[in-house]
């Protein structure tokens, strides 16, 4: 089976664990669901803005600042005050907003905005959920080089939302982030291979990258690529590896239970 897209927080986002593994596994593609918050100063007009205002929080003192800018066509600004109307820093929170500034910069080519535009889509926020919408402004983003958007667009296509369902065209996707070092698009290839869709079933390259992604602390590829060594599929049966792996996905998981106890608000480094 493979569950369609979620709403993604930092609290709910975890996969399920796999612990093991029968002849009916689990698919599971995993999509992004995290905004781009890169800050892309390309206006000279930026140039007085006191560096620490944004790292001390302090966003309303520029505002003022991004706001003329965008109103301009300055296409960092109309992406950057669509984060700020996102997270409600030093505007009121409005996904609306949010959605008219991405889309004047995406409108301008800019590739965060292209993916956070597309994001909106397919989450319904601040736009209608529309999964066709959500593939196009993917697409575009991914052509420029977007990797999560490329990991996304493949998490599309396998499951046929918004395009037509294309398992080669996931891969393709999918191969294009994994090759640039794209944790989730890595887990997604692994499970491709694992379960032989889009590419011929080939465990060793499953566990190949399972264990580029696990390496990247994925608790999730972590656990199966425990899974994969009490088995001895794609590699050598080794328990004292898969403890390892279990181990370390384990401590990934005591963390992540303990990061639902804080308050733990996005911010822009």
């Known amino acids: 089976m493979i569950l369609p897209p979620m709403v ?12 093991s ?3 009916t596994r689990l698919m599971h593609f995993v999509p992004r669901y995290t905004l781009c918050l890169l800050i ?3 206006s ?23 706001m003329t800018s965008a109103e301009h066509g300055d296409a960092a600004a109309q992406y950057r005050l669509g984060v700020m109307y996102t997270y409600g820093q030093g505007v009121p929170q409005d996904d609306y907003e949010a959605v008219k500034w991405f889309r004047r910069a995406a409108k301008q080519g800019h590739v965060q905005a292209e993916y956070n535009l597309g994001l909106k889509y397919a989450n319904g926020e601040g736009v209608a959920q529309d999964y066709k919408e959500a593939a196009n ?8 080089g977007n990797i999560a958007a490329q990991s996304n667009l493949g998490v599309m296509c396998i499951n046929g939302q918004g395009v037509p369902q294309d398992n080669k065209e996931a891969i393709k996707w999918f191969r294009l982030a994994a090759e640039q070092g794209y944790a989730e698009a890595q887990f997604n290839l692994a499970v491709s291979y694992e379960n032989g869709v889009g590419v011929p079933q080939d465990d060793k390259e499953a566990v190949k990258w399972y264990r580029l992604a696990a390496e990247q602390g994925d608790g999730d590829a972590q656990q199966i690529l425990g899974v994969m060594y009490v088995n001895g599929r794609g590699v050598s049966q080794d328990d004292n590896e898969a403890v390892k792996w ?3 996905a384990a401590e990934r998981d005591d963390l992540a239970i303990h990061n639902e106890h804080h308050d733990n608000q996005a911010i822009i480094k």
């Open 8 to 19: 993604c927080t930092e609290q709910n986002c975890r996969r399920p664990a796999i612990w």
């Open 21 to 23: 593994i029968d002849m």
């Open 40 to 42: 892309l100063v390309s």
């Open 44 to 66: 000279a007009a930026w140039a007085d803005v006191d560096k620490n205002v944004v790292a001390e929080n302090k966003y309303s003192a520029a505002t003022q600042l991004f």
């Open 137 to 144: 402004w993917y697409r575009l983003a991914a052509e420029h």
């Open 246 to 248: 279990y181990r370390l």
